[in-house]
Every structure is written in structure tokens, then in C-alpha cells.
């Protein structure tokens, strides 16, 4: 698998905000993974599924032992493994902050943009956490 300069976390429900993140960071000069740009569509024609299956309200619904659930797991884990650093775009959803764990595990410097919902000790894995977007585009042209 390619390596990445960041992994592109987020909400699917939020995924314009996530998708214009991810375009931040590239026009940065940064490589990114980002869930939104896995295709699916060969899994999905293979498993005799069609596009709707991968809306949020849909696999919410579908047990663990899925085929589509652990083939979503199985490329998020990989783009996780194959990236430097970890950024999720707040507000974002359970499997997002599980993420950010699984990264701080991994030993991948974690960072977050936009505003925290709440206070949650345990953002305390963030080496940053930008207010928002311009923030976060000053931080990467300093970065390079």
C-alpha cells in the first residue's frame, strides 16, 4: 500500500467538511488517505449489494461479521498503518474518535480541526487541535 503523510478522519454525515480537509492538506503538499475516496464498487457488485449499503443509516444497522463492515474496517486499519499522522475533522462519530486511539496506539502523532463538541480528558493525544481551517492551513505551510 502507498504510505501517507496524514490519515483523514471524520463523520460520514459531515463528510463535505471532511473532503475539504483532506483537499487542505493536499494542496498543502501532503499525501492523504481519506475514507471517502475507498471504492467499493467492485466489493459491492461482488456481494450482490448496491450503493445504498454504504450509507451511514445502513451499516449502522449491519452486524459486525458483515462482509461490507469488515471490508470497511479492513482499508481503514491499512490507511491508519500505512500514514504518519492521524487528523479528524470535528465533529466526528464514535468510529472516529476510536480511530484517533487506535492511531495514538499505533505511535502516530494525532491531530483534530474544529471544535470540540466537549471536553474530553482524552483529547489530550492531540498534539493540536486547530480551531479551524485556516488554522490548520497556516499550520501545514510551516510545516513543510
Known sequence: M???DFFIAGRWRNRDEVAAVTQIVRDAGFTAFCFLENDYTEFLEKNGLDASAME???TESMSLDHPLIQE???RDIEGQEASDN???VLPAGTAAHMESGISYG???KCYA???????ETLYAIFEEIFEDNTALQAWL????
Request: proline fraction near 4%; hydrophobic fraction near 30%; charge should be positive.
Open 106 to 108: 499505533m505511535g502516530k
Open 56 to 58: 451511514s443509516e445502513n
Open 2 to 4: 502507498q504510505k501517507y
Open 141 to 144: 505551510a510551516n510545516k513543510k
Open 72 to 74: 470497511i474496517y479492513k
Open 86 to 88: 492521524f487528523l479528524v
Open 113 to 119: 480541526v474544529g471544535a470540540p463538541e466537549k471536553t
